[in-house]
């Protein structure tokens, strides 16, 4: 028994040095362009000439920083150099409201086809997770066509809307297979104790929707936040959103490239969406394994 035991330890160190040291090669891959960005925003433009892209900052400044928020030049046609501030304001502009009304009504929704069922709700549903498959190139013209004639071309308020469309598909699975598994009997006590249908969505499946809203809010907000081609598809100028500035940013620039201002703007880029993962990750994982990828 004792020789048994021996044998097995030695295993068992050897698979965990294994184990641990292929997470740490995976972990320096992920982690390694994060690092570069990071340092390489915090060297002036000498020392990234003189020095080495994984080299630390002999001494840090916030430089490139300040110059990609408030000075760098946005785009071949810009004569002001405002930085990419006001387009970082335009992308929540964009995304709040979005997130908001995407969620509110996949929540609508996935109530309506488990709770309301009608005639053809499983047609209904099935549409809905077909257009969640749907290339976004093919929607640009019809969406662009739209946009125009509700007048909406080139504003933030039409980026909301198709936004909202687009996602619509998606939110309305995850509260649908949320609602699934949701008990019948509470809203049927709700109707005969004369609740109706607002009343029994707002006080009793809204109220219990905690876990999928989390899900929802943070797989919109990263999405549309992150988005490119919707952004410069249908807006140009002063309403475009951060990661068509980002792009116009690199593009524009002539002579010297400054990486140092490059790497700065899209970790300012980034923060929101970091910020969004590392405040609510754990709650985007309960949120999934309470029922969003069931059914």
């Not at 290339?135 to 739209?146: D, G, S």
């Not at 790497?263 to 300012?268: F, Q, R, S």
Request: proline share 4%; glycine share 10%.
């Amino acid at each position: 028994m004792s020789s048994s035991v021996g044998s097995m330890r030695p295993r068992n160190i050897t698979s965990r040095i294994v184990i641990y040291g292929l997470l740490a090669i995976f972990a320096a891959m992920f982690l390694l362009p994060l690092f570069v960005m990071v340092v390489t925003s915090l060297k002036s433009l000498d020392e990234l000439r003189n020095g080495t892209m994984l080299a630390l900052p002999q001494e840090v400044t916030f430089e490139a920083w300040h110059k990609a928020w408030s000075e760098a030049r946005i785009g071949v046609g810009s004569v002001n150099g405002d930085g990419i501030r006001g387009f970082f304001w335009n992308s929540f502009r964009m995304v709040v409201p979005a997130v908001i009304i995407s969620t509110m009504l996949g929540a609508l929704n996935g109530y309506v086809l488990t709770k309301w069922r009608f005639a053809g709700h499983k047609l209904i549903f099935g549409l809905m997770l077909f257009a969640c498959f749907i290339p976004f190139q093919i929607v640009l013209i019809p969406m662009a066509r739209l946009l125009g004639i509700m007048g909406l071309a080139n504003s933030t308020a039409g980026l909301v809307l198709v936004h909202v469309v687009y996602g619509l598909g998606f939110t309305t699975l995850f509260f649908r297979n949320f609602y699934e598994a949701f008990p019948d009997e509470l809203v049927k006590a709700a109707q005969i104790d004369g609740a109706g249908f607002f009343q029994i969505f707002w006080r009793i499946l809204l109220p219990s929707s905690g876990p999928i809203i989390v899900v929802t809010v943070i797989y919109q907000f990263t999405n549309i936040w992150n988005d490119f081609l919707f952004g410069v598809s249908f807006s140009s100028g002063d309403q475009a959103p951060i990661t068509v500035a980002l792009n116009n940013l690199v593009n524009s620039s002539t002579g010297v490239k400054e990486y140092n201002v490059h790497m700065a703007a899209a970790m300012i880029a980034a923060l929101p969406t970091l910020l969004v993962y590392v405040v609510a990750g754990r709650y985007f994982v309960r949120g999934l394994m309470a029922g969003a990828v069931k059914g």
